[in-house]
């Protein structure tokens, strides 16, 4: 996973009076030794000089935090959760960083550009020198579309941030750069306006791309809150089909591509009925 880990080299610089903010002790009982317990350290920028990467805790364990001073949290050796937010390269983060603290562990939250998403928070352990936890998304946190793809597919890329949400599916046993069918699911939320002009707006964005790739593009169907579409790359044995709802204020886009002209002719039929019966929402409403 290729992380962007980023120190705070002034906090790093400072002396420990000044780079810590003291500790807040999340466990019941007798103060444990530095050897005996673990500590989180916050990502926190103490002189407000720039407000684009942070990382806090508000909960561990199920258990509210509130707002503290304290920028290093004490556990107990064992399981943990704890729920975080912040930002990361200026973009907003939500998330639970789900670890096993040991006796003496050091682990820092640093920022991630993401592999799913925009950004992240990651939980960096100081002596294994590896990264332990993160708020990256799971393949089912980002899907959009209720569709029964069956066991024979499976989920090969995803994404999800804010404001977008994406899945590609390809059959068990093909990938996402060699496949024979792929579905790929789609919502962003929508900047307004009436259902009609953004789905006539998506239509002619992608006439317009696939006029520049010298592939053909049909209009099947058109109703007040869907348009499905059909592609074909003449130099290729590929066919694409693509449904536009909007939904809720999101504008969703299911996609299917064959490239064999026999699965295209058997099955086309069967994904245009299965992609407007979809229930639809965006991740996490």
Avoid: N
Avoid at 101 to 118: D, L
């Amino acid at each position: 996973m290729p992380y962007c880990l980023v120190r705070l080299a002034l906090v790093l610089a400072l002396p420990p009076a000044l780079a810590a903010c003291g500790t807040l002790r999340l466990y019941e009982g007798e103060p444990r030794s530095r050897d005996e317990a673990a500590r989180v350290h916050e990502m926190v920028d103490i002189f407000s000089l720039s407000a684009s990467s942070k990382a806090v805790a508000t909960a561990c364990d199920g258990k509210a935090l509130g707002s503290h001073s304290e920028s290093t949290l004490e556990l107990l050796p064992g399981p943990h959760a704890i729920d975080v937010e912040g930002r990361a390269l200026g973009v907003p983060v939500v998330g639970t960083l789900r670890f096993t603290a040991e006796a003496g562990g050091e682990y820092q939250m640093m920022m991630s550009t993401g592999s799913h998403s925009r950004g992240g928070i990651v939980l960096y352990d100081e002596r294994a020198e590896r990264v332990v936890a993160d708020t990256e998304p799971t393949a089912e946190q980002a899907r959009s579309a209720e569709l029964d793809l069956g066991p024979d597919w499976h989920v090969v890329d995803w994404y999800l941030d804010d404001v977008s949400a994406g899945q590609f599916w390809v059959p068990v046993g093909e990938s996402k750069d060699a496949w024979r069918q792929s579905v790929s699911l789609g919502a962003q939320r929508a900047e307004g306006g009436e259902a009609a002009a953004v789905l006539d707006a998506e239509v002619e964005q992608f006439g317009r791309l696939a006029r520049d790739r010298s592939v053909t593009c049909e209009v099947l169907d058109a109703g007040p809150t869907h348009r499905q579409l059909r592609f074909h790359q003449p130099d290729a044995p590929e066919w694409s089909l693509t449904c536009i709802r909007v939904h809720d204020g999101v504008l969703h886009r299911m996609s299917w591509s064959a490239r064999d002209a026999a699965t295209w002719q058997a099955d086309e039929s069967r994904w245009r009925a299965a992609f407007l019966a979809a229930p639809l929402s965006f991740p996490g409403d």
